[in-house]
């Protein structure tokens, strides 16, 4: 078990530049999450996936914000046309709803920074 | 919105036991309380959950009251690998997985050497 693994870990971009990350979750790990975070505040949901459909998403999840999990194992957001306020900290978690518990594992993140 | 308060910092010398409290007064019957942490610059980290029973893991142990309104993380001898925002959410949970999780802003906790 490896663990939920994200890339790249940090990416500086200019304003109106497009981005893509990428989640890795726990292997047999059917729920993938992304949450955004901002200096000084708690993790803020933006969708989730089960296998490869995406079930729920965020109001803050704007149209320049897109997710995928193609095939149900990795999936990417991208952000097109960045701005400044992009500008956090994109976690991934994933949990498995077949082991009996609730516990979400989370990633190191990807801190992106739009100059 | 976040349905939980906690005080946003507190210390605890090294060594001794951390109590870190949590009010969700609003707390509806099928929701649990759960307890992450965050150590600066990584991702959260489950501690324990919880439904209305005392819990005890290795991390930790979590004491809810008996009105499920508030409820209580302890960190039983404090070491300085425990200084982190520790985030306590109450939220629906099922043996069927996590749903997604609503942080507020947490307790920055500090062991003091």
């Known amino acids: 078990d490896t663990g939920v693994s994200q890339d790249p870990r940090h990416k500086i971009t200019k304003r109106g530049q497009n981005v893509t990350f990428r989640c890795d979750p726990i292997?047999?790990?059917?729920?993938l999450y992304w949450y955004r975070q901002t200096l000084g505040q708690g993790p803020e949901f933006l969708t989730y996936?089960?296998?490869?459909?995406?079930?729920?998403k965020s109001r803050l999840l704007s149209d320049r914000f897109s997710a995928e999990r193609p095939k149900g194992s990795f999936s990417t957001l991208e952000i097109q046309r960045t701005e400044q306020g992009d500008s956090a900290m994109y976690l991934c978690?994933?949990?498995?709803?077949?082991?009996?518990?609730?516990?979400?594992?989370f990633g190191q993140g990807t801190r992106l920074t739009v100059v | 919105d976040a349905k939980t308060t906690q005080p946003p910092s507190m210390d605890c010398a090294e060594g001794r036991a951390a109590n870190l409290p949590c009010n969700h007064s609003t707390i509806s019957g099928n929701e649990y309380v759960y307890w992450y942490r965050q150590i600066h610059s990584q991702g959260p980290q489950y501690i324990i959950h919880g439904l209305k029973n005392n819990e005890t893991n290795e991390m930790a142990s979590l004491i809810i009251t008996e009105d499920r309104k508030s409820s209580t993380l302890i960190l039983p001898h404090a070491t300085l690998r425990d200084t982190a925002v520790y985030y306590c959410i109450s939220q629906e949970g099922s043996n069927f997985g996590n749903e997604k999780l609503t942080f507020g802003t947490g307790t920055r906790l500090t062991i003091i050497p």
């Open positions: 978690a994933s949990s498995s709803p077949y082991r009996g518990n609730s516990e979400a594992f």
């Open positions: 996936f089960q296998n490869e459909a995406q079930l729920e």
């Open positions: 292997s047999e790990h059917n729920r």
